[in-house]
């Protein structure tokens, strides 16, 4: 017999994995959480999640969980209470701040924690620890969209709403397999493609969206700035541009005009393996779309000329006039679920909440007047990777992390795991004992996205509820509550109380960040708002409307291609290109989707290697690889697929037996130091 459950309740909250943010509804019974569904009146998902969103929530009371605060003593971790780890951390924190200074403590902040959460960790790090040295996740990931579209357009985040999908003639695909990261999103486009839209794929890989596209741009990986070199040459020398527009609301159109028109489409088409009449055809097709919406990845980003890619992106729609109205626009693919909430809330070395600068005067008075203390650091802070050097220098002595698992999924491990073993002290906020927990010397547990309320901001600048489904597991605490609780230990009274209160924290938060003014919790209802949000309420589908961009102007950039310094130092060595990917699956390092039935369906790593490559080294379908680079060597079993040409392997990242960043290495984005995942210099051998 079958017996039908009726849940006790099913409660509305936010999707915890990718930036789309789907709206999930959770029914519980018992306590205990039995089911997702997906309700058809939210605006952003419709009625669809994928397997992720939908599937993979066991790992909330998974038995690996950690339940309480421990300090680690003589190479052991010991239980400990809440008090005595924030009197550790504290006595600990302030012994390092007057031995070495402010400036030798940081913090990592999270894209998986709350609006509210973040912005009390950057919050902590300025007035209680009293340094800019706060970065979070976005600095492996999408840094250089928030880099290159401030310099672009004055302001960092997507133009238009996901629901301009279907305003749209024309999609353009840069370096962005969203059927695998943003599933539902992707999903949409691919409906889109099947219905025969101009679509436009520029990827070194076939994924499945780029064989169904009009256009597929297989470039070589890293090249990004030389195909969109060719792409603006063609569009200019067609006489394809809006020149009402460029004229009426951007700049610097003419240095931009004179240094493409003027580049040798031979050389480019040498230098990104593609046809220059194939990218001909699309830059034509792209140009002559009444609506083309543009759309990116971490295939540009995760490039050491991502934000130059970006600030080309933001040409072409400003060229074509693409930008400002429905259907068209700059739409970064944000991979975390907060990744944009995150750098809203002021988690930027050198940018507080509302992406004011740090080291201007005013600016600092500003935020001591909102934060109600004296001063403010005045020196701008250290990125992630220029903490961890400045540890193995000697200089920087103290990491409190929250949610990241940093020694897994940041580039060149060794390095990593030599800068924390430099720390005297190490504090991680976590969900499981990690790789980077292992390191640390206090492990806080935190409460799951399930166990607390606040609010998280969607690729789309959507502020959307997380409302509590169920009490914290254990001894767990929100990371909110923790950081509350430290700013208390170290001085500073938050305004808001002793308890973590979302909707009073997101008070403050409109109170100090302009573009939010007019949000409060109640106004979120169940589909929330996409900054800004005027005083009144009102919200904002699409940003620059008409022309009007947020900071004067809209400006163009120019950039010749450089070939990357990883494989200008060692192609001659290591003479494949890997590249990194995700699995639909499993969501990044894997801490969460592994501890759900999602291991089951995708357990493993796979390395790709086109099958001429693999006859050539004599490696069959079952065979496992040794590949290493100049920084280390894994072991991985080989996947045969035409899907990466030639020269060009590729691999995902979630399973922590295949420490793939034992393999990448330190070349970043020239302007935010993102690392160049897409790019490493690599060779193999059958073992
Ligand atoms: Fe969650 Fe993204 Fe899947 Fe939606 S598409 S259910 S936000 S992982």
Redesign the pocket.
Known sequence: TTKTLIPDETIRT?????????Q?DVSVIDGEIRGIQ?PETAE??EG???????F?FQFYNHPDRLTDPLIKRDGKFEVVSWEDAYDFMAKKLTAVKEAYGADSIGCISSSRATNEENYLMQKMTRVALNTNNIDGCARVCHAPTAYGMQKAFGTGAATNSIKDLGMTDCILLFGANPTE??????ARIKQLFMQGITSIVVDPVKTSLAKLATYHLQLRPGTNVAILNMIGHYIVKEGLVKNEFIQKFTEQYNEFYQHVISLDMNELEYITGVSKDLVKRAAIAYASSNNAMEFHGLGVTEHFQGSKTVMLLSNLAMMTGNIGRPGVGLNPLRGQ?NVQGAADMGVQPHQGAGYMDVNDPEIQNYYAQKYQIPEMPEREGLKIPEMLDAAINGKFKALWIMGEDTLMTDPNTMHIRKAMEQLDILIVQELFMSATAEMADVVLPASSYFEKNGTFT?GERRVQRVNKVIDPIGNTKPDGQMIIDMMFKLGYEQPTGREYDAAKILDEIADVIPFMKGINWERLGTNGLQWPVLEDGTDTQIIHRDGNFRRGKGKFHHFDFEETPELVEHRNKYPFILTTARQLEH?NAGTMTRRTDNQELSPMDYLEVNPLDAAEKDIGADDKVKIFSDRGSVIIPVKLTYLVKPGVVRTTFHQPEIFINMLTGNVGDEFTLTPEYKVVAVDFEKI
């Open positions: 936010t999707c915890t994995y990718c930036g789309v943010g789907c999930l997906a952003v998902n669809h999640t994928c397997l992720k969103g939908r993979a990261a943003h599933p539902v999103t992707g679920n969607n969501y």
